[in-house]
């Protein structure tokens, strides 16, 4: 008597979940941003926008809120268009990146003073370089041959 083996194919998911990779980012951006702003404060920047009369201090949690909000609504934006195309994935790249870069006008402008601004600045440029890296981080666990 001989017994075959009987072949299942089971699916397999190769790489980093979508929400994997978009948790890995949002923390990495929220964990350095948080050093930017605890170094910011031990050197003595105030960490205050005025706007008018109107004074607005940076807060632990306003850097938390502005490091994931738009880290996952633009990755994830990113993410369900991919769905569709691709190559949505790695536009994001650059349109994430570079919106986060201007977005650095806001702080440059804001009359505050060289901490605030330094620390602000580096902030925004840390998002941006978070969202090219999570976007990557999924686009190599899938293999950068099935999505371009």
Partial sequence: MSSSAVATSVPTTSGLAWWKALA???IGAVVVNLIVLAVAKLAGAPLVIVNGATEHPITVGG???ASVVPLAVGTGAAFL???WKPVFLRIAQY?????????????L???ADGG???ALSLMHITLGVAVVATLQIHRRSHG???IS
């Fill in 24 to 26: 890995i980012g949002a």
């Fill in 63 to 65: 850097v938390i809120g």
């Fill in 81 to 83: 268009l991919a769905l």
């Fill in 95 to 107: 349109v994430g990146g570079g919106l986060a870069l201007l977005s650095a006008a806001g702080p």
């Fill in 109 to 111: 402008s804001s009359g």
């Fill in 116 to 118: 605030t601004v330094a």
């Fill in 144 to 146: 950068a041959s099935r």
